[in-house]
Every structure is written in structure tokens, then in C-alpha cells.
């Protein structure tokens, strides 16, 4: 495993994580504590450090697989990653709550679920402009940080060219920028990348398998179950993605690589990106998640030796 500094932080964090919204039952399967612990010993013994969860994965039921989990190992050898301002009703149903006190509600919510006495990253969850520009909620949240219950301050972006909330991230104290990225859906290199290297933002790349698409399992014409949220994406958009993997696969996949490695590693080149945070349904997932680390330079991204090298 190979490990970066997030941004201006002091938080020290493998370029390969863990997305979690997987873990709240959304994405096709419930899962069991087991299941859980099963996925994050392996992560740990990949080198995995990183965790990115939501208050909204189920009503806090990510957040709590991953807190007892981490409740009965060393607290300190994990980065964990949560966010705020939505709450869970049902499948794919959430309101959205932003007000200070609701806020601070969610995150002792948080706190609860979790098992922990700080969060080390806490994000603005893929919120509206005018949810973000409340000085009255950064000025709660700074609070917190000075309490102790939070290291570091984020921001998960819901449009991944959101280029107002990145470029006011230094104003609020948001030291990271989350963003869908991956090798079908480039929009952040144009204005939000160079935003945050203007800032040394740290960079979590969130959706880098394109919600699986990037695997390589599925072909044009594939469906999903009723209760897997890419059941929700439009058909035709689904099958031109699904032909693009297959030309990526044919022209741009090194021989004998396979397919989640590479899409991760490309990730990873971009010289924004401090770590990916690919979902994983099982061991054997995390075990091809992290092998994309032997492919990125120790340090800043920018040293990783060309594309061609993927």
C-alpha cells in the first residue's frame, strides 16, 4: 500500500479506501456484522486506512457496522470519513437538513453510531450553494473542530464541476474536496482539480468504478435488481457507458491487468487525487481494489511514471 498526505491536513491516508454506502443496504444486498468485519480485516491487511461512510447509508446503519467493527480493534489506525445534512427514510429517500442545531445533531448521531470520540474527517454532504454559504453552520462546525469531536473539515460535492464550493473551501476551512471521478467522467479536470491544487486540498475520488461499470462484468444490455440503486440510471446512458468500457477494455488495458486495478491507477495519476474510495461487496473485492497501489508513485501523484505504465 502506498500513502499520502491529505492535503493540508495531518491526516496520513492510503491512496485506496473504502466506500461504504454499499453497507447501508442500497446497492442490491443487506449486510451482516460479519460481512462487515470480513471486508474491513482484509482492508486492514491490504494497508487500508481509509473509510468513507455517510450519516444517510441506511438511518446511521454504515456508520454503525463500521463503528463496532472499529469499536473492537486500535481506534487510531483508521482515517474514518463521514459527512452530514441528509437523513434516511427509505430506500433512496432522504430529506435534507443544514441548519446548525440540526447539524450538530447528526454529528453526535454520528459520534454514537460510530463508537468514536472524533470523527477525523467530517463533509458538507452534496449540499445546495445556499446550504453551503451559511457562516453560521461553518462557524458551529470550526467549534467542533476546536472541541475536539472533529480533526479535519470536507466537502463532498454533489456536481462535479461544483467549482463555488471548492473555490470557498479555504474561506470555511475545508480542507477537502470529495468528487465523482473516474475514466468516464472527466468533468473535474477542467475547473475543480486546479482549484484544489491551487489550495493543496486533499482530493478523495469517490464513484472511480463508475458504479461498477468499470469492473468489466457487465455488458451492454445488462440489468439490475429492483433494489440496486443503478435499477435508477437511465437505460440508454447505461448501455453507451457499457459500450465505452468494452472499446477501454480492447484499446486502453495493459495486458494482463485487470480491469477495477487499472480504472483505480488511472484515478490515481492525476495529480489532485490523494485516494480513491471504491465500494466493495466482499474480501475479494478489496483484495483487486488494493492492488492499484503497486501501480502509483510513493508521494504526490505526480511522480507515478506515465500513462502508458498503468
Same mark, same amino acid.
Given at each position: 500500500?502506498?500513502?499520502?498526505?491529505?492535503?493540508?491536513?495531518?491526516?496520513?491516508?492510503?491512496?485506496?479506501?473504502?466506500?461504504?454506502? *454499499? +453497507?447501508?443496504?442500497?446497492?442490491?444486498?443487506? %449486510?451482516? #456484522? /460479519? =460481512?462487515?468485519?470480513?471486508? $474491513? &480485516?482484509?482492508?486492514?491487511?491490504?494497508?487500508?486506512?481509509?473509510?468513507?461512510?455517510?450519516?444517510?447509508?441506511?438511518?446511521?446503519?454504515?456508520?454503525?457496522?463500521?463503528?463496532?467493527?472499529?469499536?473492537?480493534?486500535?481506534?487510531?489506525?483508521?482515517?474514518?470519513?463521514?459527512?452530514?445534512?441528509?437523513?434516511?427514510?427509505?430506500?433512496?429517500?432522504?430529506?435534507?437538513?443544514?441548519?446548525?442545531?440540526?447539524?450538530?445533531?447528526?454529528?453526535?448521531?454520528?459520534?454514537?453510531?460510530?463508537?468514536?470520540?472524533?470523527?477525523?474527517?467530517? *463533509? +458538507?454532504?452534496?449540499?445546495?450553494?445556499?446550504? %453551503?454559504? #451559511? /457562516? =453560521?453552520?461553518?462557524?458551529? $462546525? &470550526?467549534?467542533?473542530?476546536?472541541?475536539?469531536?472533529?480533526?479535519?473539515?470536507?466537502?463532498?460535492?454533489?456536481?462535479?464541476?461544483?467549482?463555488?464550493?471548492?473555490?470557498?473551501?479555504?474561506?470555511?476551512?475545508?480542507?477537502?474536496?470529495?468528487?465523482?471521478?473516474?475514466?468516464?467522467?472527466?468533468?473535474?479536470?477542467?475547473?475543480?482539480?486546479?482549484?484544489?491544487?491551487?489550495?493543496?486540498?486533499?482530493?478523495?475520488?469517490?464513484?472511480?468504478?463508475?458504479?461498477?461499470?468499470?469492473?468489466?462484468?457487465?455488458?451492454?444490455?445488462?440489468?439490475?435488481?429492483?433494489?440496486?440503486?443503478?435499477?435508477?440510471?437511465?437505460?440508454?446512458?447505461?448501455?453507451?457507458? $457499457?459500450?465505452?468500457?468494452?472499446?477501454?477494455?480492447?484499446?486502453?488495458?495493459?495486458?494482463?491487468?485487470?480491469?477495477?486495478?487499472?480504472?483505480?491507477?488511472?484515478?490515481?495519476?492525476?495529480?489532485?487525487?490523494?485516494?480513491?474510495?471504491?465500494?466493495?461487496?466482499?474480501?475479494?473485492?478489496?483484495?483487486?481494489?488494493?492492488?492499484?497501489?503497486?501501480?502509483?508513485?510513493?508521494?504526490?501523484?505526480?511522480?507515478?511514471?506515465?500513462?502508458?505504465?498503468?
Amino acid at each position: 500500500m502506498k500513502y499520502r498526505k491529505l492535503g493540508s491536513t495531518n491526516l496520513k491516508v492510503s491512496v485506496i479506501g473504502v466506500g461504504t454506502w *454499499q +453497507f447501508g443496504g442500497e446497492w442490491g444486498k443487506p %449486510f451482516s #456484522q /460479519d =460481512e462487515v468485519d470480513a471486508i $474491513l &480485516d482484509q482492508a486492514a491487511e491490504s494497508g487500508i486506512n481509509l473509510i468513507d461512510t455517510a450519516e444517510c447509508y441506511g438511518d446511521h446503519t454504515s456508520e454503525s457496522l463500521i463503528g463496532d467493527y472499529v469499536s473492537r480493534r486500535r481506534r487510531e489506525d483508521w482515517v474514518i470519513a463521514t459527512k452530514f445534512g441528509h437523513k434516511f427514510h427509505a430506500h433512496l429517500d432522504r430529506s435534507q437538513h443544514w441548519s446548525p442545531q440540526e447539524v450538530l445533531d447528526q454529528l453526535d448521531a454520528s459520534l454514537k453510531a460510530l463508537r468514536t470520540d472524533y470523527i477525523d474527517l467530517y *463533509q +458538507f454532504h452534496s449540499g445546495s450553494d445556499e446550504a %453551503f454559504d #451559511q /457562516d =453560521e453552520l461553518w462557524t458551529l $462546525l &470550526d467549534k467542533q473542530v476546536k472541541a475536539g469531536k472533529i480533526r479535519h473539515l470536507g466537502t463532498s460535492i454533489a456536481s462535479n464541476d461544483n467549482l463555488h464550493q471548492t473555490d470557498s473551501s479555504e474561506k470555511v476551512g475545508s480542507q477537502v474536496i470529495q468528487v465523482v471521478y473516474n475514466r468516464l467522467d472527466r468533468k473535474p479536470e477542467e475547473r475543480v482539480f486546479p482549484s484544489c491544487i491551487r489550495q493543496n486540498l486533499g482530493v478523495l475520488a469517490r464513484v472511480p468504478l463508475a458504479s461498477g461499470y468499470l469492473s468489466g462484468k457487465y455488458l451492454p444490455g445488462d440489468t439490475f435488481a429492483e433494489d440496486d440503486v443503478r435499477r435508477r440510471h437511465d437505460p440508454e446512458q447505461t448501455r453507451l457507458k $457499457l459500450e465505452e468500457v468494452r472499446r477501454i477494455k480492447a484499446e486502453e488495458l495493459p495486458s494482463g491487468m485487470e480491469m477495477p486495478t487499472w480504472a483505480l491507477a488511472w484515478c490515481l495519476k492525476h495529480p489532485a487525487v490523494t485516494a480513491v474510495i471504491p465500494g466493495c461487496k466482499s474480501p475479494e473485492q478489496v483484495i483487486a481494489n488494493a492492488a492499484a497501489a503497486a501501480y502509483v508513485g510513493e508521494g504526490h501523484p505526480q511522480h507515478w511514471s506515465g500513462e502508458d505504465e498503468a
